[in-house]
């Protein structure tokens, strides 16, 4: 343990090995592998992927160890209760606590009740949770809740972490404008894959979309599936559906439509481990998701990074994409918007989508894998 670094704690209910929670996981696995050696960093966290009753393979359960330069606590389901995050958090002593969630009972407002009375700084990552399209998932319970905290001013004294300012105007809305934000924009993974060797991938006489994404209401892959099934195409036309299913009641009001449909090919293809998903990117020509609400879009950024163009929903911060040559973003009130923009992706010429496929992978290289993120994400901190 260092004297001269700056303790962080970072609380979040799942963290790698694990991946089937999606971009939070990534977020976090990210900041501190580009911060690691600025901090003093801790890890608490579940011993489980999101849905998983067996922890993860070959780790020490319940006590701290240094993995990779970051201290790392696994902990199973004895040992997650209240007192004893709380007693986590007092045995660390962080000079900050960093969480990533509003309303996770173990990792937030255990940790977060302690803080409050302690004197402990607080930076809360609300994680995309106070846009329209994710508070209108559980309504009631949500608004409840959060009518409550902010009545007894729960969250009165944290620094939020907004990562866009899409965000930032989202925390206002709902606690006000004394609220404290700091914008910092997430850090992206690192592109693994070359360009050229992207695009003698391309040209293949067929049109592959793919949904990469955990697989509940706010992903919307419903809407997806619909809009791929009117496609009219003379060429085979592939959608590829990878996540882990959350949500098991909506999946199947669906996967009735997970089959063949003339030329179009749709098929469900299981949970994707990330060290795969450049590669399936650099083998897919648009990434399709209709979210109901991004607050940043891992997986958006990530096909991006892979020359792969995206046509997802103008509920994210990405817009105008199509002037950009990075895309679509458009209204899903509708499917026949969406319909219509897998439609233009599979009639477009060849000359143009490879302009898609080189602008879309220099856009991560120049705009979102910038020096300046991971400053601003360091600021945060500082």
């Known amino acids: 343990m260092s004297d001269n670094k700056k303790r962080i704690l970072i609380c979040v209910d799942w963290y790698e090995p694990g991946f089937k929670a999606g971009g939070p996981i990534r977020s976090v696995a990210n900041l501190v592998n580009a911060l690691k050696n600025d901090f003093e960093f801790y890890i608490l ?18 006590e701290w160890h240094d993995q990779n330069g970051v201290f790392v606590k696994y902990m199973d389901h004895r040992a997650m209760t209240m007192p004893s995050i709380r007693g986590n958090v007092l045995e660390i002593a962080p000079d900050i606590l960093y969480l990533n969630s509003l309303f996770s009972k173990l990792f937030t407002i255990a940790p977060l009740m302690l803080a409050n009375r302690k004197g402990i700084k607080v930076i809360l990552a609300p994680r995309g949770m106070l846009g329209l399209g994710a508070l209108d998932l559980k309504r009631g319970k949500k608004k409840l809740f959060l009518t409550l905290a902010k009545l ?16 930032e105007s989202e925390i206002i809305a709902m606690f006000g404008k004394k609220a404290k934000v700091t914008i910092a924009q997430n850090i992206p993974i690192t592109q693994t894959k070359k360009l050229d060797d992207i695009l003698n991938k391309k040209n293949t006489g067929q049109v592959r979309f793919v949904f990469i994404s955990r697989i509940a209401r706010k992903k919307n892959l419903e809407l997806a599936i619909e809009a791929v099934k009117r496609v009219k195409s003379t060429m085979p036309v592939f959608f590829d559906i990878y996540g882990n299913v959350e949500d098991v009641d909506y999946f199947d009001s669906f996967k009735h439509d997970i089959k063949d449909h003339g030329n179009v090919k749709i098929e469900y293809k299981g949970v994707l481990n990330p060290v795969a998903i450049a590669d399936v990117y650099m083998n897919s020509d648009f990434m399709l998701l209709p979210t109901r609400h991004e607050n940043y879009g891992h997986a958006i950024v990530e096909a991006w990074a892979n020359g792969c163009p995206v046509i997802i929903s103008k509920n994210t911060p990405w817009k105008n994409l199509h002037v950009q040559q990075l895309g679509w ?5 509708n499917v026949e918007s969406l319909a219509k923009a897998v439609q233009e992706g599979i009639e477009i010429d060849f000359t143009s989508y490879i302009a898609m496929v080189r602008a879309s992978y220099q856009y991560f290289t120049d705009k979102i894998s910038d020096v300046e993120v991971i400053n601003a994400n360091r600021k945060l901190f500082e």
Do not use: C, M, Q
Request: glycine share 6%.
């Open 45 to 62: 966290t579940s011993a489980y992927d999101l849905g998983e009753i067996e922890p993860y393979p070959n780790i020490e359960l319940n």
């Open 329 to 333: 973003d458009v209204n899903i009130d």
């Open 152 to 167: 007894v001013g729960f969250y009165r004294k944290v620094i939020w972490h907004a990562s866009t300012t899409e965000e």
